[in-house]
T-cell receptor, first 110, second 112 residues
């Protein structure tokens, strides 16, 4: 039982490049979330999903897209990476209102 | 702006002392949760308190909620060096309960 798995764990991009972060959960949870964490700012909600095929915007959605084609996977895409998107990205799934987090992806955009 | 704000931003105490962290929020909530994050790791759920509850306990943790003041506190009793971590409150609003919004966190250092 792996819980919430994020890939990759580290990535360095050049400005303008695109990439997709993958979040996979094996707990059959309906709700999934993507957050970014920057020093001194806690976690900010990017996008979330309340079920397969659904997505919704969070606090800071600009520059990101998401897809939830399968219940167990929640993908976060950066179409054209910018240095301001340098951050640690956390995925979480939710059961009975409690969030279960992955170990994070450290992304640097140069 | 963020729904929740923790206070203090940083706290340093001696092992065995109690640690109190506060969280304030702006709009009516469905529930409030506290999470812990060890350096460089994902967050771990500690405790959830609903808007109709005033106090909850879990081991050495005590959480209170005052909806009239829109604030919550997390008390860790008899702190240990292993409690050193960042602590975050997270709120689910009544008007948008699907969203879970985090505050900036309190960094707790427990000195052996």
């Amino acid at each position: 039982n792996a819980g919430v798995t994020q890939t990759p764990k580290f990535r360095v991009l050049k400005t303008g490049q695109s990439m997709t972060l993958l979040c996979a959960q094996d707990m059959n949870h309906e709700y999934m979330y993507w957050y970014r964490q920057d020093p001194g700012m806690g976690l900010r909600l990017i996008h979330y999903s309340v079920g397969e095929g659904t997505t919704a915007k969070g606090e800071v959605p600009d520059g990101y897209n998401v897809s939830r084609l399968k219940k167990q996977n929640f993908l976060l895409g950066l179409e054209s990476a910018a240095p301001s998107q340098t951050s640690v990205y956390f995925c979480a799934s939710s059961h009975r209102e409690k969030l279960f987090f992955g170990s994070g992806t450290q992304l640097s955009v140069l | 702006s963020q729904q929740g704000e923790e206070d203090p931003q940083a706290l340093s105490i001696q092992e065995g002392e109690n640690a109190t962290m506060n969280c304030s929020y702006k709009t009516s909530i469905n529930n409030l949760q506290w999470y812990r994050q060890n350096s460089g790791r994902g967050l771990v759920h500690l405790i959830l308190i609903r808007s109709n509850e005033r106090e909850k306990h879990s081991g050495r943790l005590r959480v209170t909620l005052d909806t009239s003041k829109k604030s919550s506190s997390l008390l860790i009793t008899a702190s240990r060096a292993a409690d050193t971590a960042s602590y975050f409150c997270a709120t689910s609003m009544k008007t948008s309960y699907d969203k879970v919004i985090f505050g900036p966190g309190t960094s707790l250092s427990v000195i052996p």
